[in-house]
């Protein structure tokens, strides 16, 4: 079953978070073929949430703090996401590592928050365009995932979304042999972990990427915000 994971990102208000959820809601059914997981805004999850409930999909958080509660401005705990039935959250992204300085020893940390609320983390990778050109990707990715997975993870309760930050938001997909050599390469890593790849899948390249080897699923930003365009890279997961 492959993992169709929409990171919204910090975009929508409300009523375009009720909407988009109300039409993912009605159109997608209960598939053996892949599950599907929004991850709205923080203040747009407990939204989502009433609109998914007995609905065939699952939410999540973008990001959550190491500890559980306390004086942490702005921060939201990964029991804070759990209470709002959150399944998942994504720890790690680009975004995050990039814009918020986050370095591999604090994601690790945002996923054992995870593990320890229930959550299922979904540790993000990615090399820059930088390092894939002076040869160093692997060197990365090996680096990070060495740094970013607690000794709390395990198959069930952890995720792996290879994102090369050069086709993120960029239009630019890495060809089917590099995300092939990279889910391989990683697969070596991490063993019997679930990987995704994210990095500007939309419906007209999510099949062919669903069906490269070691492609567990896609995490999916731009496209994920316009609800047919979603459903469409999901359905591509059955056939
Ligand atoms: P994108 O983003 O699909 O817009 O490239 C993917 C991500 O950042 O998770």
Request: with cysteine; hydrophobic share 40%; glycine share 10%.
């Amino acid at each position: 079953m492959k993992l169709i994971v929409g990171n919204w990102k910090m975009n929508g208000l409300t009523a375009d978070c009720r909407d988009r959820a109300g039409q993912l809601a009605a159109a997608v059914k209960s598939s053996p073929s892949f599950q599907m997981v929004l991850c709205p805004p923080m203040p747009m999850v407990g939204v989502v949430a009433d609109i998914l409930k007995g609905s065939a999909i699952q939410w999540g958080g973008q990001d959550c703090h190491e500890q559980s509660s306390g004086a942490f401005t702005g921060d939201t705990s990964a029991e804070m996401l759990k209470d709002l039935g959150c399944g998942y959250v994504i720890v790690g992204h680009s975004e995050r590592r990039q814009g918020h300085k986050e370095t591999s020893e604090t994601v690790a940390g945002k996923a054992k928050a995870a593990h320890r609320a229930g959550l299922i983390a979904i540790i993000c990778v990615g090399e820059t365009d930088e390092e894939r050109t002076a040869g160093r990707a692997d060197q990365v990715i090996s680096g990070q995932l060495k740094l970013s997975i607690p000794e709390t993870a395990t198959p069930e309760n952890t995720v792996i979304a290879y994102e090369p930050i050069w086709a993120i938001g960029t239009g630019k997909t890495a060809s089917d042999n590099d995300i092939s050599y990279m889910h391989s390469f990683i697969q070596k890593e991490v063993k019997d972990f679930r990987i995704l790849y994210g990095g500007s899948v939309k419906s007209s390249n999510a099949k062919k990427i669903l069906h490269i080897f070691h492609v567990d699923g896609v995490l999916v930003g731009g496209a994920s915000l316009k609800a047919d365009e979603f459903a469409a890279i999901a359905e591509s997961a059955g056939n």
